[in-house]
């Protein structure tokens, strides 16, 4: 893309007119989708959270001035889907330890009357009902001692206070699910 017609995209997406973006996801969804399939095995829902994600991503880093001269937009945003999948998949496969660990440092810091192991359990059922989304957040906090920018960063958020909102509710589902577990375990048992 030239960098004048950049430059356009950037003042409509400055001035809120997001229509572009419409436009670019209807030319290059087809593709995207489509390999993204093809070389993941993700399903395509998954690859429209993806292609979206990028599209957003592509658009903060246009208003931000990041890119001034682009080639090729689909190369883009195929890259950047992909390169969101491999981070997800990353994850995805090393979350069973990193949820131990969330869960031993929650209970560390709310001391409980439940034995460890009990303890465990519940903390990962509690934490396996949230949505993939607050389970990032509360890893990115809790694991890998995150800060609330660098948070906003990875989970693509507007900035650290958006990021601490959301952790905080996030937190505090968790414990509510926690609390829920503890209940039918009391009276179950």
């Keep these: 893309m030239k960098t004048s017609n950049l430059s356009q995209l950037k003042t409509e997406l400055s001035l809120g007119k997001n229509t572009c973006l419409k436009e670019i996801f209807d030319n290059y969804a087809s593709y995207c989708i489509g390999s993204l399939i093809k070389k993941t095995g993700c399903s395509e829902a998954d690859a429209e959270d993806l292609l979206m994600d990028s599209i957003l991503n592509f658009r903060e880093k246009i208003i931000s001035g990041q890119i001034e001269y682009l080639t090729n937009i689909k190369a883009y945003l195929f890259s950047t889907c992909y390169r969101m999948w491999l981070a997800k998949y990353h994850q995805e496969k090393t979350r069973s330890s990193q949820s131990e660990d969330i ?87």
């Design 103 to 189: 869960i031993n440092e929650l209970y560390d810091k709310h001391n409980d009357s439940f034995e460890k192991e009990e303890k465990l359990k519940i903390g990962m059922e509690a934490l396996n009902r949230l949505g993939k989304r607050c389970q990032e957040i509360i890893k990115l906090f809790y694991v890998h001692n995150k800060s609330m920018s660098d948070i906003a960063e990875i989970m693509n958020f507007a900035d650290g206070n958006v990021a601490k909102t959301t952790k905080s509710r996030c937190f505090k589902k968790l414990l509510e699910e926690v609390n829920r577990l503890q209940e039918s375990v009391k009276t179950d048992g």
